[in-house]
Structures are given as structure tokens and as C-alpha cells.
């Protein structure tokens, strides 16, 4: 069954998107053209991928979750634009070319990450792709608590805090952050297609969540590692740019060793997860799984 690899899924999305993303109206400013600057830029696309590698392990139409993954990646494209700011992360460059806020200016920056935010919900407010509208409601709600202040804003939060206390901050606080951060987009990029065929509250649902949850954390510890062993020309960004800014990591707490050590654990915990969700189908042949060997074999 694993037929499909991340590449293809770039492909598909890429080309939705592409067709999908509103044209600038000629009197409209800057925004239109900033959002599509940094959208269009590329990046891994793990969150679509992770959408549309769980649809085909359901065998869902993919046509069905086409909006769900523009949708996801819109808010995930929103939230770089809005990290890379002089007033949070300072960052100069994003996926190999510069931040919107320097090709742009920082005022067209924070609107056009606005623009994204609200346009992930107009996207699956509008779609007609055939999903009953109280499933598409339970995909809705889902993004936006992803994305609140108690999903990625607030672990944003958090982690801007955490630059002020450094010396009280411990693994249990990092996680914390990196649940809801970086988790948060990831646990809802994989529940959202799922709604399609099974309740919120089911077993399964919890499986799934718990796998997604240990995913998003397995993610960041690669990347806090990428970002001390890799150069900014493989990264697309500047290497370093978390110890440079302070940040408290996962390996600036315990190393490149032990960080190492840590993924080992989070990715057999994440595979006892999926394996139980997936049982008695065996999750080692899905095509999700082969999205998440892909994604944690990557080098930037």
C-alpha cells in the first residue's frame, strides 16, 4: 500500500494551491502579493502531506481533504510570517529567500499573515467538495483551537516568555510548549480528515491524537537539532538563529546527544500510538507511515 511519497503530495498540493490561492485585485495594496510571496515559496508541506498520506491510508477521495491541507497551510504560512518579526523571532530569511518582512515591510507582513488566518476559514467555509456541514463545523472548530491561544498562539507565547526565564525552564516546560506550538497544527492536520469517518470522542480518536501530539514534538527536536548541525544554505534559514535568539531548545537543554536520545523515545512512543489506532491494520505499510519516515529522514 505505500505506493504515494511526500514528493507526489507536494505536487498535488502545490498545483491546488496554485489554482485555489485568491489573484490580487489590481487596487488592493501589497497583501495579496506579500501572502502569495510567502506561500508560494514552498517548504516541506508536511502538514498537506501528513492530510492527504492519512486520507489514502482510509481511502478517502483526496478531493474531499484538498481544502483541509490549503486550509492548514495557510494558518502554518500565517505563523512564519508572524514568528520571523522583529518583535518575536527576528529572523531575516524563510525558506531560502527573505522574511516577507524584509521583502515587504513589517506592516504588510503582519497583514498579510491576517489575510491567511482568516482566509483558512473562508477556504473551508466555501468549499463544496461534498462534506455534510456538521463535519465540516467539527473541521472548523478543530483549526481554530489548533490555532488559538490555546494551541499554536499560545505556545508562541509561551516560548517568547521562556527567552525572559531561562534558568527555570525544564523539559516538562518545553514540551508543554511544543504540544501546543508546533503540535497543535499537526494533531488537527491529521484529526480533520479523520472526522470524515468517526466520531471526536472515540478510541481511536485518542489514538490518533496522542500520535499526532508525540509527532509535532518528534518534529522540533529534529529541527532544534537541524538548526545546530545543519548551514543555512541547506536550512533555507539561519542556522543557529534559536541559540542566537536565545531560545531555550531542546538541545540547549540537554545537548545533541541526549536530544538524539529523546527522539528515540518520542518516535517509539509515537509508533506505539499509530500502531494502536491503525491495529489490526499493520501501521508499518501505510502510507503514513512512509510520510513519516520521509519527513523525519529530512535534512532542513
Not at 502531506?49 to 478517502?60: F, K, P, S
Not at 513589517?106 to 461534498?130: K, P, V
Not at 541559540?243 to 545537548?255: C, H, W
Request: glycine content about 4%.
Amino acid at each position: 500500500m505505500r505506493t504515494s511519497s511526500l514528493d507526489c503530495y507536494q505536487k498535488r498540493f502545490n498545483q491546488f494551491a496554485k489554482l485555489n490561492l485568491p489573484e490580487n485585485p489590481s487596487h488592493l495594496g501589497q497583501v495579496y502579493d506579500a501572502l502569495h510571496y510567502s506561500f508560494i515559496a514552498g517548504g516541506k508541506r508536511l502538514r498537506p502531506a501528513l492530510i492527504y498520506a492519512l486520507a489514502e491510508t482510509l481511502e478517502l477521495d483526496l478531493a474531499q481533504v484538498d481544502c483541509l491541507a490549503l486550509a492548514v497551510e495557510c494558518i502554518h504560512t500565517y505563523s512564519l510570517i508572524h514568528d520571523d518579526l522583529p518583535a518575536m523571532d527576528d529572523d531575516d530569511f524563510r525558506r531560502g529567500q527573505p522574511a516577507c518582512h524584509k521583502q515587504f515591510d513589517e506592516a504588510t507582513a503582519i497583514l498579510a499573515g491576517d489575510a491567511l488566518n482568516t482566509l483558512a476559514f473562508e477556504i473551508l467555509a466555501d468549499s463544496n467538495d461534498g462534506t455534510p456541514p456538521a463535519v465540516r463545523l467539527q473541521q472548523i472548530r478543530l483549526l481554530a483551537a489548533a490555532s488559538g491561544a490555546a494551541g499554536m498562539v499560545g505556545g508562541q507565547d509561551s516560548d517568547l516568555n521562556c527567552e525572559k526565564s531561562a534558568q527555570w525552564v525544564n523539559l516538562e516546560i518545553i514540551e508543554n510548549i511544543h504540544r501546543r506550538k508546533t503540535g497543535a497544527l499537526i494533531r488537527a492536520a491529521l484529526l480533520m480528515p479523520y472526522a470524515l469517518i468517526e466520531s471526536a470522542n472515540s478510541d481511536k480518536t485518542r489514538h490518533l491524537s496522542n500520535a499526532a501530539d508525540l509527532l509535532g514534538l518528534l518534529y522540533q527536536i529534529q529541527d532544534d537539532i537541524l538548526d545546530v548541525t545543519q548551514s543555512s544554505e541547506i536550512l533555507g534559514k539561519p542556522a543557529d538563529s534559536d541559540i542566537n535568539n536565545d531560545k531555550m531548545t531542546y538541545v540547549s537543554l540537554m545537548g545533541v546527544v541526549n536530544a538524539r536520545q529523546q527522539a528515540d523515545n518520542t518516535a517509539r512512543q509515537m509508533h506505539d500510538e499509530f500502531t494502536a489506532f491503525f491495529a489490526p491494520q499493520c501501521y508499518q505499510n501505510t502510507p503514513l507511515a512512509s510520510i513519516i519516515d520521509e519527513i523525519m529522514g529530512r535534512d532542513k
